[in-house]
């Protein structure tokens, strides 16, 4: 039976963290499985040699210790990323009466709470941790299925641990959460100050999200259609998808220019100047991405992709304009766009793709830039 503290921790910790890091996740739930659904019926490959290349995947992250050690990684990087979280909502006024109601229990009873809390906030990659201990159940392969559960065991322990260390150390005074900071302190010229932000408030996200769009761009699929490197369309999905994993740090941009830097627009400072900040900003956002592409693509074709990517950044970031700071409806929205630009690049349409995202991300953020929509 589940206790009455792990739905109360669960609701306000778990819900919580999916709510603030919705953009991050995105891609495990719409953009990775979309394209997986998707790619097949658009005709790139047979139904054969999808589901080959499926397991061919399945099977490198099951046997190969390097692929493991990444993965394990970038699951240690969303733990942390948890830990902010967690460690920062405890300290918030409003979950005050956890220090004396929780830590009125045994310790044993709080660790298993807090436990199962974890638990649900780990699920995205706990589901990857069972899928394969089936596979490799069923080809044979069991130490590293067997490493990668006691791993996030062990992950999900030692969270659990240091949050019940935290909470009974509250009753007794306020710690400060667990701040990831760099000491560093250099100038700022005002289209950069994002970028800062990233390294100084939002570096776990900004780091798992590069960590996802390298990955699409030096993934298997990369390899396997290399006979067909000169079709753009296989390229072109990849850098798509690989945008569509930054909405987190769009999103983020967004909030922070209206929470943050709102008197901006009393600068002397035109709109075309402003569009032009943000296409830089994007352009060097964008640099392990173009050096990537600059490295395994033709110049021409790395030309196109990395200016159909920032096309598609600016064209997502401008619709924050009209949209405004409404995650609910925001999603939804990209989604369709990006469901109707897979099916633009299948047809060829990348270059022309790319001149209607600019002129519409223009259009946008030039009659919306002053006409912000109200707060939520």
Not at 100 to 114: E, G, V
Not at 276 to 286: A, F, Q
Not at 338 to 345: A, G, M, P, S
């Amino acid at each position: 039976m589940i206790s009455p503290l792990t739905i109360v921790l669960t609701r306000i910790f778990s819900r919580g963290f999916y709510r603030a890091n919705a953009g991050t996740l995105l891609f495990f739930f719409v953009v990775v499985i979309s394209y997986a659904i998707f790619i097949t019926p658009a005709g790139t490959m047979s139904h054969e040699t999808f589901q080959l290349y499926e397991l061919i995947v399945m099977m490198t992250l099951i046997s190969n210790p390097v692929a493991m050690t990444a993965i394990f990684f970038a699951w240690l990087l969303y733990t942390l990323k948890s830990w902010q979280y967690v460690t920062g909502q405890l300290t918030a006024p409003e979950n005050g009466f956890l220090y004396y109601s929780s830590t009125a229990l045994s310790k044993f009873r709080q660790l298993r709470s807090w436990w199962w809390m974890q638990f649900v906030i780990t699920l995205p990659i706990t589901a990857y941790g069972l899928l394969s201990v089936v596979f490799g159940i069923v080809y044979h392969h069991y130490l590293l299925p067997f490493i990668t559960v006691l791993y996030l065991f062990l992950l999900i322990t030692v969270s659990a641990a240091i949050y019940v260390w935290l909470a009974n150390r509250l009753s007794a005074g306020t710690p400060a959460p667990i701040r990831l900071r760099l000491p560093i302190r250099w100038k700022k010229p005002f289209f950069s100050l994002f970028l800062y932000h990233i390294v100084h408030k939002v570096k776990l996200g900004g780091l798992l999200t590069k960590i996802f769009s390298l990955f699409c761009l030096a993934s298997g699929a990369y390899s396997l259609f290399s006979g067909n490197r000169q079709d753009t369309r296989v390229a072109g999905l990849l850098v798509l998808t690989a945008v569509a994993g930054h909405l987190y740090l769009i999103y983020q941009e967004h909030r922070f220019e209206v929470m943050t830097l709102a008197f901006s627009r009393n600068f002397p400072y035109s709109r075309n100047r402003h569009f032009g900040y943000m296409t830089l900003r994007y352009v060097l956002l964008l640099l392990p991405e173009i050096l990537f592409l600059a490295i395994t693509a033709p110049p021409l074709a790395a030309i196109l992709l990395l200016t159909y990517a920032i096309s598609v950044l600016l064209f997502f970031r401008s619709l924050l304009y009209w949209l405004g700071l409404n995650m609910n409806i925001y999603l939804p929205v990209v989604f369709a766009v990006y469901i109707t630009l897979f099916w633009l690049v299948m047809y060829g349409c990348l270059l022309q793709s790319a001149g209607v995202l600019l002129l519409l991300a223009y259009g946008l953020f030039y009659t919306r830039y002053y006409k912000l929509p109200p707060i939520e």
